[in-house]
């Protein structure tokens, strides 16, 4: 089959490579020509893993390719176009104008039988008018219609390739299908897939996508919820989330609390969703509340680290690990990390920080004014007061503590992702406070003279 995916971000140029992988011929249109030129020359622009394990390959065999979006030809030529191209506008709306761009590009080009697939997440408003929108762009050319179908994504940042590859389900939605073969043409791409196959209109299939979303939002909200309960009865969350995990009726799926939930899906589909529901009358109680509680994990951070530094920030030296809103990105979209350090630096905090990504540190040093970031954990934690983990990367988990105990002026230790061993920690010196699990006092003058003293009266290897 001839593919061709329109947009080549974390959603395009994911389908693009998997498609290829699959043995199509896929050429993956963009409007930036950096990004075409990159690409060409075998750059990634973010980092995915195993994305680059299968797209050189595909490049090599010659199943994939990248073109400027003025390239006709992959247009004329395809007979499946995907667009992939970015919906929100970055301040919790929809942004509607750049698919309505692309569309017009694309849809007076297409072949009389080609399938035009929609894979970008987009209001159910818009949806509803999609039809008439490609139709519309067909008569002034003086072709017949095209099926047009919607094809959600379920894939997570980080797992995208697995998530492609093996899906827990397709999700098909037919906008129209004027000669009854786009949908048999795309469920056909799919039969690698090896999982079931839903077929069914266009805007439930939208509202399937939205409703996943909100409902992982939703129970992270809840659990976060729940670790506030913990927290006020002297509970821990780990334990009460085992127990309800057994339950086959709830899972232990999108229950980690912590500093919450960012990147680019779930605050913003919670925010628009909120947002455009309540401009048409409709009431949404339970997001609002999704919405605020994710909000108030992030300020909460900060408030520990205050309080546990005496009820000051100001002038303490605060080290923050993670700044990719999740491990194995490098995405910085609506990462929980930008609010922590801006509400920290503001509080009179100096803040070095520390990803793994050499992406998300350049990244985060653009975006926060007086954030400095650094090369390593050891430097962002010297002389530190305080350390904050934000995403829970498997540096930090498996880092020497002991060691980090030894080069920090204090040993205040916030886990903003309930990562550490809690006990270990503590026995390491450390007053160590995550979410939902009983609170620590503050150490200002740890009562051990050094993390080794903790560690070997605590019978923990020190390693340092
Ligand atoms: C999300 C969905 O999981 C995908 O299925 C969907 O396709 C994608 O959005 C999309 O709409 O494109 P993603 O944003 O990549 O994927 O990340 P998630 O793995 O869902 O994590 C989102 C945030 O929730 C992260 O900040 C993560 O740290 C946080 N999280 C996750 C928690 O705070 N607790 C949890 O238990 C799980």
């Known amino acids: 089959m001839r593919i061709t995916v329109v947009g080549l ?30 690409l060409q020359e075998g750059q990634l622009p973010f980092f995915e893993p195993g994305l680059a394990e299968i797209l050189e390959p595909a490049v090599r065999r010659g199943d994939l390719a990248f073109a400027h979006a003025d390239d006709d030809a992959s247009l004329t030529d395809a007979d499946i176009v995907i667009v992939a191209v970015g919906t929100h506008d970055g301040n919790g709306g929809w ?27 987009l209001p159910p408003e818009y949806i509803r008018q999609l039809g008439d929108i490609v139709d519309g762009l067909r008569a002034e050319v003086g072709r017949p219609s095209v099926a047009v179908l919607l094809n959600p994504e379920f894939t997570r940042e980080g797992r995208a390739i697995h998530d492609f590859m093996e899906p827990d ?72 989330v085992a127990a309800l995990s057994h339950d086959q009726r709830i899972g232990g799926a999108f229950l980690r609390s912590g500093v919450g939930f960012g990147g680019s899906c779930l605050p913003h589909q919670v925010s628009m969703t909120v947002r455009t529901a309540e401009a048409s009358g409709l009431d949404v109680p339970l997001l609002r509340a999704v919405d605020h509680v994710n909000r108030e994990q992030r300020t909460s951070f900060v408030e520990r680290m205050r309080r546990l530094l005496g009820g000051s920030l100001t002038d303490r030296r605060v080290a923050l690990l993670g700044l990719a809103f999740k491990p194995d990105t490098d995405d910085l979209r609506d990462a929980p990390s930008l609010t922590v350090a801006r509400l920290l630096i503001e509080a009179g905090a100096d803040v070095v920080a520390y990803d793994p990504m050499p992406a998300a540190r350049s990244g985060a040093a653009e975006r926060v004014p007086g ?70 006092d503050a150490i200002l003058e740890p009562a051990m003279a050094t993390a080794h003293d903790a560690a070997a009266a605590a019978g923990v290897p020190a390693s340092a």
């Open 169 to 240: 389900r397709v999700v098909i939605g037919i906008v129209s299908d004027p000669q009854s073969h786009g949908v048999e043409r795309l469920r056909g791409v799919y039969e690698r897939a090896d999982a079931p196959i839903l077929v069914m209109d266009a805007v439930d299939a939208c509202l399937s996508k939205l409703g996943a979303n909100l409902f992982l939002a939703t129970k992270i909200s809840f659990a976060n919820e729940l670790a506030r309960l913990c927290e006020a009865s002297g509970a821990t969350i780990d334990n009460v």
């Open 371 to 440: 954030l400095t970031v650094v090369e390593s954990v050891g430097q962002a934690v010297a002389d530190a007061d305080a350390v904050g983990i934000v995403t829970e990367w498997r540096e930090f988990i498996e880092a020497d503590w002991v060691a980090i105990g030894l080069t920090m002026r204090g040993r205040i230790l916030v886990d903003g992702r309930n990562a550490l061993d809690a006990e270990a920690m503590r026995a390491l010196g450390f007053a160590y406070e995550g979410y939902g699990r009983p609170a620590a």
């Open 95 to 121: 942004q509607t104008a750049t698919v309505q761009t692309c569309l017009t590009r694309v849809v007076p080009l297409l072949h009389d039988d080609a399938t035009l697939v929609v894979r970008s997440t």
């Open 9 to 38: 971000g974390y959603v395009g140029l994911v389908t693009a490579a998997c498609l290829a992988e699959w043995g199509h011929r896929v050429t993956g249109i963009e409007v930036n020509p950096a990004r075409i030129r990159a």
